[in-house]
């Protein structure tokens, strides 16, 4: 039986600020949908930050929204001052339950592909939420400190194992 190992960047450090990569672009999300760098142009802030999509559960805002070569990056914060349902999201996050982020948004300009799914070229972002599992796979949180070393940590234990295995 193979192993197959599992590499995750999360952060969500003590004051619940929180980073990610919330769309990557060159790549089709699960459904065969693309967006173009330049279709979040219009992004407002601050954007809400949801749990799983969940209108009735907003944990925190992002404040930043950068439109980089790799896709779009936010960077925001989880209200665990004022909400109780932002520290469970936070606990979440930093044990690696929780390591995707989703957008959801309403598309204004889009062209069909050729083997399904849609370039999605102008659309509005209405929020982005902290999810289990994204729509797009390169989506993902990646700063909350304490969370990131022990994983990488585990996740470089883990290689090397491998490694030591496959020379036994």
Known sequence: MERVYLETKLDATDD??????????????RIGDMIQKGAFSGT????????????????GTWDTAEDDAEGLRLKGRLLI?????????????RAGAVRGISIGF???KATPRARGGRTINELELMEASLVTIPMHPGA????AK????ALTLAG???????QLAKGN
């Open 44 to 59: 407002s802030l601050p954007l809400p930050m949801l749990f799983g999509h969940d209108q009735n559960d907003p944990v």
């Open 140 to 143: 993902r949180v990646t700063s």
């Open 16 to 29: 619940g600020t929180i980073e990610g990569l919330a769309w990557k672009y060159a790549e089709a999300d």
């Open 106 to 108: 309403r598309t204004k």
């Open 156 to 162: 470089s234990l883990q290689r090397a194992a491998a």
């Open 146 to 149: 304490t969370a990131v070393r």
């Open 81 to 93: 001052d004022d909400v109780a349902r932002a520290r469970e999201v936070r606990a979440l996050v």
